[in-house]
């Protein structure tokens, strides 16, 4: 296993040097997050020995477990998953980025457990960009409100976007969707230059990604395998 997660991880990251030289732009400029939530700690392990150091997680109690037992000082956690109201006390202690956020009320109380642990924690404003029923996520017009609020917040350092865009074949419609997450992104720079990061591109569409802005992509599957 430990083999495969080297080999797996040496494939994306090959690839991710060949997005970025389509559009001359440093593979330092891109985080990997390892998408680790279902996975085992051993294999969490073999990746941080290869080099990996951001790992996302969908699910508070899971966090909290894996940082209890995982420990680096290399690592960064980052919480990829929708977020409830009951558990963002555990997110707030035990992730240093938080990437879906978007509602006001878990706005106001991630500010409020990290103030109370003395905590900065880092923040992307998640967008549904396509508009899903399933999907959570503010809509584009609401991003800069949204922002307002975060960058009122003393805990909380809002550093960019996160989107998960409808997979499609149809390449027009997969620009097209790009291109409104870029325009989200710069109309948040223009409001608050620091807030740079896209979180942007998944196993199945990272390439693409990172050629439409994207600076952290969120892989799971192409380097630890399928789940179960």
């Not at 290869?50 to 680096?72: D, T």
């Not at 992307?124 to 917040?153: D, F, R, W, Y």
Request: charged letters at 30%; proline letters at 2%.
């Amino acid at each position: 296993m430990q083999t495969n997660i080297d080999q797996n991880i040496k494939d994306i990251q090959n690839k991710i040097k060949l997005a970025c030289e389509a559009i001359n732009k440093s593979p330092d400029e891109i985080t990997l997050i390892a998408v680790s939530k279902k996975k085992e700690h051993f294999m969490i392990e073999s990746a941080l020995e290869n080099g990996i150091y951001n790992f996302g997680e969908n699910y508070a109690q899971e966090l909290q477990e894996k940082v209890s037992k995982i420990h680096s000082d290399n690592i960064i956690w980052h919480f990829i998953g929708p977020i409830q109201s009951n558990k963002v006390k555990i997110i707030a202690r035990n992730a240093d980025w938080v990437h879906t956020l978007y509602r006001e009320k878990i706005i106001r109380k991630l500010n409020a457990e990290c103030e109370e642990i003395q905590k900065k924690i880092n923040a992307c404003i998640q967008i549904n960009i396509s508009s899903e029923e399933t999907k959570s996520g503010c809509s584009p017009h609401e991003v800069i409100e949204i922002a307002k609020l975060m960058k009122s917040m003393k805990n909380i350092n809002l550093q960019g976007i996160m989107a998960l865009p409808k997979l499609t074949e149809n390449k027009s419609k997969r620009k097209e969707m790009m291109d409104s997450i870029l325009k989200c992104s710069l109309d948040l720079q223009d409001f608050l230059p620091e807030a740079r990061s896209i979180s942007l591109g998944t196993t199945s569409d990272f390439e693409d990604a990172i050629m439409n802005g994207s600076t952290m992509v969120r892989i799971g599957e192409s380097i630890f395998g399928k789940r179960v």
